[in-house]
Each structure stands twice: as C-alpha cells, then as structure tokens.
T-cell receptor, first 114, second 116 residues
C-alpha cells in the first residue's frame, strides 16, 4: 500500500517557465512533508519542507503548497533552470513507536530544457 | 564537516557472500537510517536506529542486519547476498525532533551493490 504517491514519473519544462511537481498521500497521521532533490550518483539532498499546520512555505524559487483536505502537496519552481534537472522525491513524516520515519514517493524526474 | 559518508562506494558480490556497509556521520545525530533505492521504487527504509545501541526494523528488513555500537556509525550487514539485494543503498542521519525541530534527514552518497 503506497502511502505517498507521485503519479508523474517525469516532467519536462522549458527554462524560465514554472515547474509543478505533485504528490498525494493517504495517511492522515503524516505531520510534516519534505521535498528532496537527487542528482545521478549522489545522495538525496533536502530542498524544502512544510508542517501540516501550514498551507504554504516559500524559499527563493521554491514554494511548497499543502492542501490537507485533498491530501495533496505540490512543489513549484519558478523560474525553472537547467540545473534543476534532477529526480524530486516527496516524503512524509510519521511518528511510530516513539520514533519518526519518512515515507518516500517514487520520485518525478524533472528535465528543464534550455 | 564530512557529513554522512558511506564505504564502499561500489561492490560486486556473488550469491551467498556476505559483506558489511559502513555509514559514518560527524554531526552528532541520534537517529540513523538505511534505505535502498531500486528503479521506479523510490527509497525504502530497511532498518533504523534512534540512538547508540538501538536498532529497529523498517519496511524491508528481511535479509539484512544492522548494528549501532557507536553513535557515529551505523553498519548494514548482508549475511548471504541474493540477486534481489542488487540496489543502491543510502544511509541517512537526523537530529531528534525538538532539536531545532528539524525533520530533515541528511543522506550519504550511496553504495551501489551488485549481486551476481
């Protein structure tokens, strides 16, 4: 049972335009959401996060929106740059048994064309 | 700060062989995690540790063992490797919730393991 879903395996956009990456989740106990960026042959790196008590968080060109009623979050990148080409993972945090774990989606490969 | 480091970077094993992957972090983090990443599968949690001397099972623990004898190190062992364990393995660490309230996990560069 996949609790965090990224239904688009890939996305291609032109440089300078907006990139919108989507993520859906099923577990209402998730209390924090994160986006990670991963280049080939490297480990994932943290990009931006949002608490479940907020609906928007912005950091430079990156904005994450959370719609709790729809169990949906999205990452907006404006303007998109070729260096943003990477795989983006959505992750959700859940507390279980006194500890906290992240559940990851399968990722969306973003390609920004010059 | 080196952050999170993993050794080795690459390894090829024959079915039935054993090996240990080493993860080290210099951020004094309490929590450490081992994930595997397979094509089209995202990152799946194998085992994790909430402190020195503790370990717990994640989503896909079968065929793996772990140890956390020192706070800065988290070892992942494969006792009898199988082709299904061919994957890229990532280690991560994090400070406990409440310390700067950070849920962010810091990842190592990964170990690419092939079992033939």
């Amino acid at each position: 049972d996949q609790q965090v879903k990224q239904n688009s395996p890939s996305l291609s956009v032109q440089e300078g335009r907006i990139s919108i990456l989507n993520c859906d989740y099923t577990n209402s106990m998730f209390d924090y959401f994160l986006w990670y960026k991963k280049y080939p042959a490297e480990g994932p790196t943290f990009l931006i996060s949002i608490s479940s008590i907020k609906d928007k968080n912005e950091d430079g060109r990156f904005t994450v929106f959370l719609n709790k009623s729809a169990k949906h979050l999205s990452l907006h990148i404006v303007p998109s740059q070729p260096g943003d080409s990477a795989v983006y993972f959505c992750a959700a945090s859940v507390r279980q048994g006194g500890s906290e774990k992240l559940v990851f989606g399968k990722g969306t490969k973003l390609t920004v064309n010059p | 700060n080196a952050g999170v480091t993993q050794t080795p970077k690459f390894r090829v094993l024959k079915t039935g062989q054993s090996m240990t992957l080493l993860c080290a972090q210099d951020m004094n983090h309490e929590y450490m995690y081992w994930y595997r990443q397979d094509p089209g599968m995202g990152l799946r949690l194998i085992h994790y540790s909430v402190g020195e001397g503790t370990t717990a099972k994640g989503e896909v623990p079968d065929g793996y063992n772990v140890s956390r004898l020192k706070k800065q190190n988290f070892l992942l062992g494969l006792e009898s490797a199988a082709p299904s364990q061919t994957s890229v393995y990532f280690c991560a660490s994090r400070a406990p919730i409440g310390v700067f309230d950070s849920y962010e996990q810091y990842f190592g560069p990964g170990t690419r393991l092939t079992v033939t």
